[in-house]
């Protein structure tokens, strides 16, 4: 099956310092990456989708100046949660449409932590 | 759809016994759905997929069912096992490619 690697898994930060999330495909190339957000109990919401090369498309209430996302090869997206605040702290999705498919492979999250 | 802000509702069921997850979906464009599990902690595990040209597919244990008349989905875990316990979401792909996920249904097996 195709992986998607997501890293870091978890991460405890001060506030006001930017973190960096990588999502990788570790063995097929991914055209369309998405992020999705989760707080505990609750569903996975998307914030945004990633098309390699291209600016991502933000779901609306998502702020695209916060919530920084790259999407510069096939195989890795990048979330960059920048000036962090407490109220950021949540579990952090990635995942990735295998070129020319359609299932969506999740990674394993991000449990960010804001101090 | 989405279901921000809402909790998950629960289901529990003896080791052994059938179990029947439902989720309502929003959009009556969508084309595609697939089901996921998700462990505490973990990113989802997809299970099974369904187009919207079928009302049932099966798999390994698994069933998935879909009426389009009034846009709902159903998973059947059949002899469920205490290793099924998870949270189960649907996720149905609107046009563009996206995938939106229902509100998750938490499933506890009883031993």
């Known amino acids: 099956g195709a992986v998607v690697s997501q890293h870091p898994s978890r991460v405890i930060c001060k506030s006001g310092t930017s973190v960096k999330i990588e999502c990788r495909s570790l063995d097929f190339q991914a055209t369309t990456m998405f992020w999705y957000r989760q707080f505990p109990k609750q569903s996975l919401m998307l914030m945004a989708t990633s098309n390699e090369g291209s600016k991502a498309t933000y779901e609306q209430g998502v702020e695209k100046d916060k919530f920084l996302i790259n999407h510069a090869s096939l195989t890795l997206s990048t979330l960059t949660v920048t000036s962090a605040h407490p109220e950021d702290s949540s579990f952090y999705i990635c995942?990735?449409?295998?070129?020319?498919?359609?299932?969506?492979?999740f990674g394993s999250g991000t449990q960010l932590s804001v101090l | 759809g989405e279901s921000v802000g809402l909790h998950l509702p629960t289901l529990s069921v003896q080791e052994g016994d059938n179990s029947i997850i439902n989720c309502a979906y929003s959009n009556s464009a969508s084309d595609y759905f697939i089901w996921y599990k998700q462990e505490s902690g973990k990113g989802p595990q997809f299970i099974i997929d369904?187009?919207?040209?079928?009302d049932k597919r099966q798999g390994q244990r698994v069933t998935v069912l879909l009426n389009k008349t009034v846009k709902h989905l159903s998973l059947q875990i059949a002899a469920t096992q205490p290793g099924d316990s998870a949270v189960y979401f649907c996720a149905e792909n609107r046009s563009g490619n996206q995938f939106y996920f229902g509100t998750g249904t938490s499933l506890t097996v009883i031993p």
């Open positions: 369904i187009r919207s040209n079928m």
């Open positions: 995942s990735a449409l295998r070129q020319g498919g359609e299932k969506l492979f």
